[in-house]
């Protein structure tokens, strides 16, 4: 999903997880290989008292603008929820869900871009977020049974996100702005385990005591900026590309 627009918030350590180990930001931007090198200077040294032994082979005819279907290398579903790139570039804001007691169509033909629970309004779900006037996508409002997990078996009132201009589209963006406006439209809690499973998603507790408290979307993502800056600084000289 290219390797530019590192953005949302950081991992506070407190919320550290199999999901989220270290301070990285919700879409770091990063390869594989830079990664390591990000690591082995910050991280491992803390763990394991020196940095490892890395050697790192670059990859030859990559730029950071360049989608996977950009190349020539075959997609290979990194998950059975992750079928294409598509939903790869939806993901850094629709798994969010995750955290909620909606479904995100998992086991449907497009998890990820799927959304919904049983009782839900989602007539006015689509329309809230069509007016939203959201860039590159656009919503429509489905029914779907999900195949396992939340809501599993059971029919579910949702909808489905297309994105329609893939350079435009901005899923945090769109990711926050979906959680705001199912929280104003729905009758029922949305947190899982009172919000733990959200927070260790998002990498700590605040955005949901924003989203709780009815900040605007605009004002979320502001509240991100020294973080984004922080970081953007912070990675630059472990860049490959």
């Given at each position: 999903?290219?390797?530019?627009?590192?953005?949302?918030?950081?991992?506070?350590?407190?919320?550290?997880?199999?999901?989220?180990?270290?301070?990285?930001?919700?879409?770091?931007?990063?390869?594989?290989?830079?990664?390591?090198?990000?690591?082995?200077?910050?991280?491992?040294?803390?763990?394991?008292?020196?940095?490892?032994?890395?050697?790192?082979?670059?990859?030859?005819?990559?730029?950071?603008?360049?989608?996977?279907?950009?190349?020539?290398?075959?997609?290979?579903?990194?998950?059975?929820?992750?079928?294409?790139?598509?939903?790869?570039?939806?993901?850094?804001?629709?798994?969010?869900?995750?955290?909620?007691?909606?479904?995100?169509?998992?086991?449907?033909?497009?998890?990820?871009?799927?959304?919904?629970?049983?009782?839900?309004?989602?007539?006015?779900?689509?329309?809230?977020?069509?007016?939203?006037?959201?860039?590159?996508?656009?919503?429509?409002?489905?029914?779907?049974?999900?195949?396992?997990?939340?809501?599993?078996?059971?029919?579910?009132?949702?909808?489905?996100?297309?994105?329609?201009?893939?350079?435009?589209?901005?899923?945090?963006?769109?990711?926050?702005?979906?959680?705001?406006?199912v929280l104003k439209i729905s009758e029922s809690p949305i947190w899982r385990k009172s919000g733990s499973t959200f927070d260790i998603l998002a990498g700590s507790n605040t955005l949901r005591r924003q989203l709780s408290q009815g900040m605007s979307t605009p004002d979320i993502l502001t509240s991100w900026k020294p973080d984004e800056a922080e970081f953007t600084q912070q990675r630059r000289s472990f860049l490959l590309y």
């Open positions: 999903i290219t390797g530019l627009h590192p953005s949302g918030p950081t991992l506070d350590p407190a919320f550290s997880s199999f999901v989220g180990r270290v301070p990285l930001l919700l879409r770091h931007g990063m390869t594989v290989g830079e990664l390591a090198r990000l690591f082995n200077s910050h991280c491992v040294p803390q763990q394991a008292g020196r940095p490892a032994r890395l050697s790192i082979i670059p990859m030859t005819g990559w730029h950071r603008d360049l989608y996977q279907d950009e190349t020539d290398l075959v997609w290979v579903p990194p998950s059975p929820n992750m079928p294409d790139v598509t939903t790869a570039i939806a993901y850094p804001g629709t798994c969010l869900f995750e955290g909620t007691t909606l479904s995100v169509g998992r086991g449907t033909a497009s998890p990820f871009l799927t959304l919904g629970a049983p009782g839900l309004d989602a007539t006015r779900w689509v329309g809230e977020l069509n007016n939203a006037g959201l860039p590159g996508c656009l919503f429509r409002e489905d029914w779907f049974t999900p195949g396992f997990e939340v809501a599993k078996g059971q029919l579910c009132h949702g909808l489905q996100l297309a994105i329609t201009e893939r350079q435009s589209f901005d899923p945090l963006l769109t990711g926050v702005t979906m959680l705001q406006t």
